[in-house]
């Protein structure tokens, strides 16, 4: 078996910060995932990446950068963080990234904006 | 436009009944449709899948049933366990397209013991 460590677990930011969060896999698997999960409005894809220094736009890209240095870690930028903000970033991971495949996800961080 | 809608939003059932949990689709490309569960503070976990050849899935309590011709399906949870409550997300992708899953927003399930 294999894990999903998210970092870190809770993130407070001031608006317009720009925030950084982590997340690692030992599963070895080729393809990673951000989501951005929000009360009501289920999971959106953000970012993901097929191989090491490959970068995929999602449905919800605006506002974010994403980082894929190794093949097992993926990290998330919020370029500028809005007030009042409130969402949980949950990490997943894949084998190859095929629509069929079981994606393993991350416990989320929570991110509040004051 | 949602492609995947989820109803109802939340659902309370008493232990030892069948929760009955809705999905329908917009795109009929989607061929297949996982579900996830989640229990709070940590990530979704997949519960039971189903590819749109088939019209019924089993596991254990766990079934899917599946109308392709209307672009619906539905989970079923028989004998349901307090331990069952947790969000559950309907999913679907086109395997021979752009592949990506897309979630539904969620129903949450309560089983009151």
């Known amino acids: 078996g294999g894990i999903i460590t998210q970092t870190p677990k809770f993130l407070i930011g001031q608006e317009g910060q720009k925030l950084t969060l982590k997340c690692q896999q030992n599963?070895?698997?080729?393809?990673m995932y951000w989501y951005r999960q929000d009360s009501g409005k289920g999971l959106r894809l953000i970012y993901y990446?097929?191989?090491?220094?490959?970068?995929q736009k999602g449905d919800l890209s605006e506002g974010y950068d994403a980082s894929r240095e190794k093949k097992s870690s993926f990290s998330l930028t919020v370029t500028s963080a809005q007030k009042n903000e409130m969402a949980v970033f949950l990490c997943?991971?894949?084998?190859?990234?095929?629509?069929?495949?079981?994606?393993?996800f991350g416990h989320g961080t929570k991110l509040s904006v004051l | 436009q949602q492609q995947v809608r989820q109803s109802p939003q939340s659902l309370t059932v008493w232990e030892g009944e069948t929760a009955i949990l809705n999905c329908s689709y917009e795109n009929s490309a989607f061929d297949y449709f996982p579900w996830y569960q989640q229990f709070p503070g940590e990530g979704p976990a997949l519960l039971i899948s189903?590819?749109?050849?088939?019209n019924k899935k089993e596991d254990g309590r766990f079934t899917i049933f599946f109308n392709k011709r209307e672009k619906k399906l539905s989970l079923h949870i028989a004998d349901s366990q307090p331990g069952d409550s947790a969000t559950y997300f309907c999913a679907a992708s086109d395997t021979g397209g752009a592949d990506r899953l897309t979630f539904g927003k969620g129903t949450q399930l309560i089983i009151q013991p």
């Open positions: 990446s097929i191989t090491e220094n490959d970068l």
């Open positions: 599963f070895n698997h080729d393809t």
């Open positions: 997943a991971s894949s084998n190859r990234g095929r629509g069929n495949e079981r994606l393993f």
């Open positions: 189903i590819l749109s050849v088939s």
